[in-house]
């Protein structure tokens, strides 16, 4: 009863009718989680679709067009296409659920000479294939260009980038536990949330973002940097911080970001410690386990990144502070094993503490998660912008 109210204050249609040159047929539309939603299932034979989906994502397939979907996240990607949606996609009982949004605004905007949504009666139409036999044109006359990227309207940024999004711990290694956090809530849990958040805002501005991890699965430390290859910009790795038992255990709070170098103060001697000792869950098999600590702190003074790193947790951390209900921790710097494999500038978010009640709220609401990943998403393209005008000095020297 309350499903259907909801339907009929917000305007949605109960069902939707598939109107294809194969016959009509009706759809039923779900509001039980908040938003209109379609199952994928009942789209399959009327419109030949073909879905999958995993804990984390999902793919559907129509008119030989591939549309992937991140669970919880209110986008879909069809090539160079990106699609917002009010709802998100989700999986519930081996079904998956694509937001009513995706059929009736983002297929026929992809598929447009194919797809065609009639909001006045809730039809979905398909458009019966015509064939033509034309003579092949003639073909065109090919001058010689000097091609030149114009500067994506979201981001002002002109060339390609890739970001590898690191969300932290994840499988047997749950991370810190906290005080605070909800039942049944681990900082993993938050770290593949805000993740999966950032992945998708990074999208939604035009660049290439990829995880570490998509489930609740365990990496080896070692093997989490290399996945930054030589097509990668920037490694981001994405934490939750704690505060041991002691008087300042609930009072510490707010936001801090860590570039890979010697630790000065005895907080990040503790922070590389506790990120540090995640090594113990990994088995001796696994590709990134080896000994001692001493190989992270290498020659830093040679490592080309280095100031890059600074400079990139410089960037995150003021945009972070910026929307974090708690303190502003400023910049800091340790030996975090997770860094040291990075071939790129890499840097470590600590988005709040579980053992600050204030802090643990933020990070375990949607509209925090959502905060936080934005913001990073800010300061990821204020460097990349700046990195762009560097470039751009650099090719116009003498």
């Not at 129509?62 to 996609?89: D, E, H, K, N, Q």
Request: with cysteine; aromatic share 6%.
């Amino acid at each position: 009863m309350i499903a259907l109210l909801l339907a009929t204050l917000a305007g949605w249609p109960q069902q939707v009718v598939i109107a294809t040159p194969r016959g009509e047929s009706s759809v039923p539309v779900t509001t039980e989680h908040g938003s209109a939603a379609i199952a994928a299932s009942r789209l399959a034979a009327p419109l030949r679709l073909e879905w999958s989906a995993d804990h984390a994502e999902a793919q559907v397939t129509l008119a030989s067009v591939i549309f992937r979907f991140t669970l919880g996240s209110p986008y879909a990607r069809a090539g160079a296409s990106l699609c917002s949606m009010l709802g998100a996609p989700y999986v519930v009982r081996d079904t998956l659920f694509l937001p009513l949004e995706w059929l009736t605004d983002c297929v026929p905007r992809v598929l447009r000479e194919r797809f065609r949504w009639d909001p006045a009666g809730a039809r979905f139409e398909e458009a019966t294939p015509v064939l033509l036999v034309t003579e092949p044109p003639p073909a065109p006359i090919l001058l010689p260009v000097t091609p030149v990227a114009a500067p994506n309207p979201l981001t002002g940024l002109r060339r390609r980038h890739v970001v590898m999004v690191d969300p932290g711990h994840g499988g047997v290694d749950p991370g810190n536990p906290g005080l605070y956090l909800p039942a049944g809530l681990a900082e993993k849990d938050i770290n593949l949330a805000v993740g999966r958040l950032l992945r998708a805002e990074l999208e939604r501005r035009g660049l290439e973002s990829r995880l570490t991890r998509t489930g609740d699965t365990l990496i080896a430390l070692d093997d989490r940097g290399p996945m930054c290859g030589n097509d990668c910009d920037l490694f981001v790795s994405i934490h939750v911080n704690a505060m041991p038992t002691g008087r300042r255990q609930r009072q510490a709070n707010g936001v801090e970001t860590y570039f890979l170098s010697d630790a000065k103060t005895e907080d990040q001697r503790r922070v590389a410690k506790m990120e540090n000792d995640a090594i113990r869950f990994e088995s001796a098999t696994m590709t990134g386990a080896s000994g001692d600590l001493g190989f992270i702190i290498r020659d830093l003074q040679q490592n080309e990144y280095l100031r890059e790193s600074a400079r990139l947790a410089d960037l995150v951390q003021r945009k972070v502070a910026v929307t974090h209900p708690g303190e502003d921790r400023g910049v800091q710097q340790a030996a975090l094993r997770v860094l040291s494999t990075s071939n790129r500038p890499a840097v470590l978010v600590e988005i709040g503490f579980a053992t600050n009640k204030d802090d643990a709220t933020f990070m375990a609401s949607a509209l925090g998660q959502r905060r936080i990943a934005n913001a990073v998403a800010d300061g990821i393209v204020s460097y990349l912008l700046e990195y762009e005008r560097k470039l751009a000095i650099v090719g116009a020297g003498p």
